[in-house]
């Protein structure tokens, strides 16, 4: 087996996306255009979508991410638009998108145009997870676009076998396709709930943070695996059984989820980029299957079946954003007043990605009768054609757009005001339990060791609240930025005199090691990483 392709893909979407967070692009866009641009260089290796390795697994490890940084209780409070979003969007898309391609193209049969509505339905969970990120959404909007972004592939792929199983002569109907959603939906969130408390209890009983982080990888594979098996959603098990996780992540004991969140971050970056270059690399394979429709016509329909997804979410998105609070005044009592400009945003920030095309190219090539499927390789380019237009266009322009509709963004004065409070009564809190540790004979400490505990607790106290503080005239840093720059120069300086000495041999490596994550673990304690 070549591994070269892999290292190549690997190896230049991780340049190509650290390159992009140096830019006001956001760094997916960035990736898929380097795709198509080097799509056809020779020597380019092809790359070809494999259904069967990026749904088991690229798409689990992915949703897992997102979830896991997702807010149970956010999500539970936006529960109603979430739904709409991800099953009734998904639903509403699939026969809009389908019923267009089936009136646009000639010949085309319905199931099969009905196949395209549903390959395209979904949001991307990635790409609206980096977008919203970046440009710094509302919360509540950003909650939204989140957990549509975690079920909708679940409603999409369920719809598409539906489809596929009509196309094909399988004697689909709307009972069996309704049973067929509810046996999905049901199976997969009852083993989400099945299995997230067992692997929960299995992580908070492993004593080896390197046990539980090998466990904390698998995780999302087993979910999905399990589920896939006895015909249920995978997609909702992985998701149902991260939210679990995630919101009881700090049952965990400290060294675990110190490592799981550099694993995760590291796994979930190396993913993301090789996931969106791969999109632009499926240029070639996507024209080589065009056939009969090469020419002026499938150019006519990629641009008629992208304006009919983009409009189709418009058409969605207003009534069920504002219908129920007219209809419903326990909504309106729940829910905060949505503005035109939050739907506006909602709206355009649908930007489709590596699960449309995925299941586009699990298409079957032929039918039961060895005949062609009607249109596969139509439907295929459409799927391409669609993905980058929305990720291209709307990825673009909804910064832009953002800021101009003048969208609120995160108050930072007021999140600071909040961790400082939190961090007083949780300081409060660890000062009485010290005081009641120290009552006790067994506890007893020098009084330089019970002075140095209050004095961390009283740094920590005071950190937040520096923040607040006038910044340095000269440096422009808060005094809790400097606190910490001259931390790291001094550990710097620490480290500079072990090596040293590891150097004139005064000490060994084993002991060098033992010095320097000690100095590691300082540094971290004194830096807090504040960027996402």
């Known amino acids: 087996m070549d591994v070269m392709p892999l290292l190549l893909l690997i190896a230049g979407s991780a340049v190509v996306a650290a390159a992009g967070r140096r830019t006001p692009v956001p760094a997916p866009l960035l990736l898929v255009t380097a795709g198509l641009a080097v799509a056809y260089v020779p ?212 060294a675990t989820r110190l490592q799981e969140d550099a694993v995760w971050r590291m796994v979930a970056f190396v993913l993301e980029s090789a996931v969106f270059a791969l999109i632009g690399l499926q240029l070639p394979v996507v024209l080589r299957g065009l056939g009969e429709y090469e020419g002026g016509d499938a150019v006519l329909y990629a641009v008629v079946i992208f304006l009919v997804a983009v409009a189709t979410r418009f058409v969605w998105v207003y009534p069920a954003t504002f219908l129920p609070r007219i209809f419903s005044a326990r909504v309106r009592k729940r829910e905060e007043n949505p503005t035109w400009k939050g739907a506006f945003v909602i709206s355009w920030a649908g930007m489709r990605g590596v699960v449309s095309l995925a299941i586009a190219f699990s298409i079957p090539v032929t039918m039961h009768d060895d005949e062609e499927f009607p249109g596969r390789n139509l439907i295929l380019f459409l799927t391409f054609t669609t993905v980058i237009g929305t990720l291209v266009l709307q990825g673009l322009t909804l910064p832009p757009l953002i800021r101009a509709l003048k969208l609120p963004g995160k108050d930072l004065q007021a999140e600071t005001l909040s961790e400082a409070n939190a961090q007083a009564q949780a300081s409060q809190a660890a000062e009485r339990r010290l005081d009641e540790l120290l009552e006790d004979e067994r506890n007893a400490l020098p009084g330089p060791l019970a002075d140095r505990l209050r004095t961390v607790l009283e740094r920590r106290r005071n950190s937040v609240w520096e923040r607040l503080g006038q ?41 060098l090691r033992t010095l320097l994550r000690r100095l590691d673990l300082e540094e971290a304690a004194a830096y807090r990483e504040t960027s996402p």
């Open 43 to 254: 020597g380019v290796p092809e790359y070809t979508l494999d259904p069967h390795i990026v749904l088991p697994l690229l798409l689990p490890p992915l949703l897992h991410t997102a979830a896991t940084d997702s807010s149970y209780l956010d999500l539970r409070a936006q529960l109603r638009p979430v739904a709409l979003l991800s099953v009734g969007y998904v639903l509403f898309a699939t026969l809009a998108v389908g019923y267009a391609a089936y009136l646009l193209v000639p010949g085309l049969p319905l199931t099969a145009a009905l196949v395209l509505g549903a390959v395209v339905a979904p949001p991307d969970a990635v790409a609206a997870t980096a977008v919203a990120r970046r440009v710094g959404l509302p919360s509540r909007i950003t909650t939204i676009l989140q957990g549509e972004s975690l079920v909708n592939d679940a409603t999409a792929i369920t719809a598409y076998r539906v489809a596929v199983a009509a196309a094909v002569g399988e004697g689909a109907s709307w009972a069996g396709g309704i049973g067929e959603f509810l046996i999905a939906a049901v199976g997969g969130v009852g083993i989400g709930l099945l299995l997230m408390m067992p692997i929960h209890w299995l992580r908070t009983h492993l004593k080896e943070a390197l046990l539980q982080n090998t466990l904390s990888l698998l995780i999302p594979f087993v979910a999905y695996a399990v589920a896939e098996s006895v015909h249920a959603s995978g997609v909702l098990a992985v998701v149902v059984v991260a939210l679990y996780l995630g919101h009881r992540a700090w049952e965990v004991d400290f």
């Open 471 to 511: 910044p340095n005239p000269i440096t422009g840093e808060t005094v809790d930025d400097t606190y910490r720059r001259l931390s790291r120069q001094m550990i710097g300086a620490e480290r500079d005199v072990f090596v040293r000495l590891r150097d004139l041999r005064y000490i060994d490596d084993e002991m």
